[in-house]
């Protein structure tokens, strides 16, 4: 059994803009920058087994100062990157709106892909294996990742519908709790934001 906490990264400039995607080269803003900072502090009462993340610089950012912190290396998995989104990388939200198939893509998710990119169906199959390799290793590890990751692993193990994915809201930086083990899984926290007191762990549930 595994506590899995999942971060989404924090603040960039693309965010509310235009796509990043799986685009290398783009890093925190001041703003996120702070939000890593704050994790560091947040997390401080957690007994941390080990750190994960996508291979893209703004997760990387993001988990730095906490593995600072705690002198554990970073871990890159290619499970927890970025959906790919082909064509629309780099794309402005703005000039999306008048295509057709975007809308298509918004309202069902599940079996629409952008040109040339990755089906939801694919994150959710390659984050949700790497999940079952990893409950065993340690009791909480922390994956720094995207938030349609985020979504999707969540949505699995909730049992909502992918066309309906968006109704679970995660923000730069939030925290989201999964307990996962061998013939159960807990949702134990969703969305939660990184300021504030730290964060304890909810009391395990008696099986």
């Known amino acids: 059994m595994a506590n899995f906490l999942f971060i989404r990264h924090g603040a960039h400039d693309y965010l509310g803009r235009a796509i990043a995607g799986s685009r290398p080269g783009v890093h ?3 703003i996120g920058r702070q939000q890593a900072e704050h994790l560091v502090d947040k997390l401080s009462l957690l007994q941390i087994g080990a750190i994960y993340s996508g291979p893209l ?6 988990a730095e100062p906490l593995c600072r912190a705690r002198d554990l290396p970073l871990q890159v998995a290619d499970e927890f990157t970025e959906i790919g989104l082909g064509g ?3 794309r402005a939200f703005t000039d999306l709106a008048a295509e057709q198939l975007w ?10 892909t952008a040109p040339e990119g990755e089906l939801m169906l694919e994150v959710q199959a ?14 909480l590890v922390v994956i720094v990742t995207h938030g349609d990751v985020i979504r999707t692993a969540f949505a699995h193990f909730l049992g909502v519908h992918l066309d309906l994915f968006h109704r679970i809201e995660i923000d730069p930086a939030s925290l ?8 159960f899984v807990h949702v134990r926290l969703l969305n939660a934001p990184s300021t504030g007191s730290p964060l304890e762990l909810p009391g395990v549930r008696h099986q």
């Open 88 to 90: 629309w990388t780099d």
């Open 176 to 183: 989201s709790l999964l307990e996962l083990g061998d013939n």
């Open 28 to 30: 925190l803003n001041e």
């Open 103 to 112: 809308g298509h893509y918004n309202s069902f998710r599940s079996s629409t």
């Open 126 to 139: 390659r984050v949700v294996r790497k999940l079952t390799e990893l409950r065993r290793e340690q009791e």
């Open 57 to 62: 610089e703004r997760v990387g950012e993001t």
